[in-house]
């Protein structure tokens, strides 16, 4: 546990600049342009290169030094930023949207590359609490990077901003230096990368058990980002608010994932095997507080509700599925999980966005208590319980 403070402090420092730095461009972006399309361009395209390599990301991370690719991966990152920021005044609004994609590339790298790594460095028991704690600071990281690049942008302190932004980078990338390198030897075969990729899926699938987590991590990626994205028209068409109720119910999802993070452990502690049970029937609840209506005061204990649990499913269940795989398959089993994450967001937000603009947001809530209920099935099973 010795490297745990440089890998929470990797974490939230990456996540604050990342955010601050999209903040700014966004903002940027929609004030030289006027075009909202190319807001949706940016966002929407940015996804693409990730969703088509994560796949084969995988494969490298399982054939190459992790700590490498971390390095490769955050220096690129760097190198990009402190591009764009340098040519901001000149650059177009297509080049902008190129570099979100290769920054989104990136970041796709990282995430498997980052669990496979810790799953090397650390003991197998300590997972779920490293885990859950980095998952905190990275929460916070994109927090405290949103509120000060906001203000930095309302004040015109741009390049105060661009000098903070590309510092976090410079000692995210120093922290990540410090770390050690994996002990365990790294996965050298002669098959081809799709052999290899194919051969993650296999193995991921086979399965029943990781099956089984995949559904789950998935139910909890799904509900998280569908809240979400949701909540600024929920909070407009249903409870004919303010802007300022919206901003509340925002940071109370991203506060109470803060506390999934740094009280994961003890909940686990607690309930021990009926863990997952209890975090499931909450999250039924939580949603069902929006789903039918009640008084703002519920809305937001429903809104802490989802982003406790939610990111309590994600993170307890990805250190779950890192213990239970097999050294040489971390990344792959990584980028399968961010495979499946993300593929189930891409097919069944547009879905959720058709239901709300015909019937109404009640009807996408509803719905997702009945994917939680699922949920907790799964959950229900003896190789789940035996985990905590």
């Keep these: 546990m010795v490297h745990l403070v440089k890998v929470i402090w990797l974490q939230g420092l990456l996540d604050f600049a990342l955010s601050a730095y999209f903040i700014f461009i966004t903002w940027s972006l929609y004030e030289q342009t006027e075009n909202v399309m190319y807001t949706g361009l940016f966002v929407g395209l940015g996804f693409l290169p990730s969703l088509l390599c994560i796949p084969f990301i995988g494969v490298f991370v399982d054939r190459y030094n992790k700590k490498y690719l971390l390095l490769l991966a955050l220096i690129l990152m760097l190198m990009t930023i402190c591009i764009v920021l340098i040519y901001f005044e000149n650059i177009s609004p297509t080049l902008l949207i190129i570099s979100n994609m290769v920054l989104q590339l990136c970041g796709s790298i990282v995430r498997p590359t980052m669990q496979a790594y810790l799953a090397a460095i650390f003991n197998k028991e300590h997972l779920i609490v490293i885990f859950q704690k980095s998952a905190s600071f990275t929460i916070i990281g994109g927090i405290l990077g949103t509120a000060i690049s906001s203000f930095f942008i309302a004040q015109t302190l741009i390049s105060t901003l661009s000098f903070v932004i590309v510092l976090a980078l410079i000692i995210a990338l120093y922290l990540l230096w410090q770390l050690p390198t994996e002990q365990t030897s790294t996965a050298r075969t002669h098959q081809s990368i799709f052999k290899e990729m194919m051969a993650g899926f296999i193995y991921s699938l086979s399965s029943r058990f990781f099956l089984q987590l995949l559904a789950i991590m998935a139910i909890g990626q799904l509900i998280y980002h569908t809240t979400i994205g949701f909540l600024a028209a929920y909070t407009y068409d249903v409870l004919k608010s303010t802007s300022t109720i919206y901003g509340i119910l925002e940071i109370t999802v991203s506060i109470s994932g803060v506390l999934a993070g740094l009280l994961g452990a003890k909940f686990i ?120």
């Design 269 to 388: 502690k607690k309930f021990q095997r009926f863990s997952p049970l209890v975090i499931m029937t909450i999250l039924i609840a939580s949603l069902l507080l929006l789903a039918f209506d009640t008084s703002i005061a519920l809305i937001i204990v429903g809104c802490a509700g989802i982003g406790y649990c939610t990111t309590w499913i994600r993170t307890t269940f990805q250190a779950i599925q890192q213990i239970s795989t097999e050294t040489q398959y971390h990344g792959r089993a990584a980028s399968i999980r961010m495979f499946f994450n993300q593929g189930t967001v891409v097919c069944l937000t547009p879905v959720f966005g058709i239901l709300a603009k015909n019937f109404s947001i009640h009807y996408v809530f509803f719905i997702l208590a009945g994917i939680s209920f699922i949920g907790m099935l799964l959950c229900s099973t003896s190789q789940v319980h035996k985990q905590f």
